[in-house]
């Protein structure tokens, strides 16, 4: 059993930036990957960027240069810095982490102006 608990989220002007951190609890051992989604209003839910338990990031082409994904595991924390906001990227963002399937976080709302 795992919590996750997003925070950071907010509103922003194009251009701007937001750091967003998701802690986990309970049996934090059985974590691999970890992280971030996203959802817009109407849209499915998309991947953002994910993260290895030794470090190794992936990204969405979307967010390529942008974002950065790191962790660190003796805080059992992982963080999404936000970098270059465009309004495309407003949505409910959302910490997931990996053992035997994704547990899920309940989400930080990220709003970007123009």
């Known amino acids: 059993q795992v919590q996750l608990v997003e925070s950071g989220g907010g509103l922003v002007q194009a251009g701007g930036s937001l750091r967003l951190s998701c802690a986990a609890s309970g049996s934090i051992f059985s974590i691999g990957a970890m992280g971030w989604y996203r959802q817009a209003p109407g849209k499915q839910r998309e991947l953002v960027a994910t993260?290895?338990?030794?470090?190794?990031?992936n990204y969405a082409n979307s967010v390529k240069g942008r974002f950065t994904i790191s962790r660190d595991n003796t805080k059992n924390t992982v963080y999404l810095q936000m970098n270059s906001l465009k309004p495309e990227d407003t949505a409910v963002y959302y910490c997931g982490a990996n053992d035997a399937y994704w547990y899920w976080g309940q989400g930080t709302q990220v709003t970007v102006s123009s």
């Open positions: 993260i290895t338990r030794g470090g190794t990031p």
